[in-house]
């Protein structure tokens, strides 16, 4: 179950010196079962202590419209990007604006996406249709990148959102062995 708190129009109190509110980690991921909910607050430049006030204000707010408890860290933006900061790859690529219901990379002027490259060279001709029948459906039926806005950018490489990333990842490693997966920002 994915908690969408991001896509909810909530009414959030929160201050000038809050740059953005992003919901990120497993709890964005369709098909996953988080225990919690990660929330990040980037804020402008303003005192650490006054960082963990505001921060709990959004906490409680927040948690108002969830069932799974909510994690809640905070960050100033000029040390976001620090190499010591681990999480900012996470937030940046998955992470889903609560302020403005899409993606942080927007803000920061990107667009993520996942790219996944595969040969069906070495398949038997029934596991090639299998794969064909994975990506684009059968009789009706979508498939996975109709059902999920992927799109087909050639034969042999498939462009999808980062939340949906297992949803293609499980499926394709069952049938074709041959293939790359890559994270881009453009």
Do not use: C
Request: hydrophobic share 40%; glycine share 4%.
């Amino acid at each position: 179950m994915m908690q969408n708190l991001w896509l909810k129009k909530t009414k959030l109190n929160y201050s000038k010196d809050v740059f953005d509110i992003v919901q990120f980690g497993s709890s964005i991921m369709v098909d996953s079962s988080p225990n919690d909910i990660d929330i990040a607050v980037i804020f402008f430049n303003i005192p650490i202590k006054e960082q963990l006030i505001q921060s709990q204000l959004i906490k409680e707010q927040l948690q108002k419209n969830s069932e799974l408890l909510i994690h809640i860290k905070s960050y100033d933006l000029y040390f976001f990007f620090d190499e010591s900061n681990f999480a900012k790859e996470n937030i940046i690529f998955y992470g889903k604006s609560v302020i403005a219901n899409d993606y942080f990379a927007k803000k920061l002027g990107f667009n993520p996406r996942i790219q996944i490259s595969y040969s069906l060279k070495n398949l038997k001709k029934k596991d090639k249709i299998r794969f064909h029948y994975l990506l684009k459906g059968k009789k009706g039926n979508y498939g996975l990148l109709k059902k999920h806005g992927g799109s087909l950018i050639n034969p042999g490489l498939i462009e999808i959102y980062p939340e949906y990333e297992s949803v293609f990842i499980e499926p394709i490693k069952k049938l074709a062995t041959n293939f790359k997966v890559k994270r881009i920002l453009f």
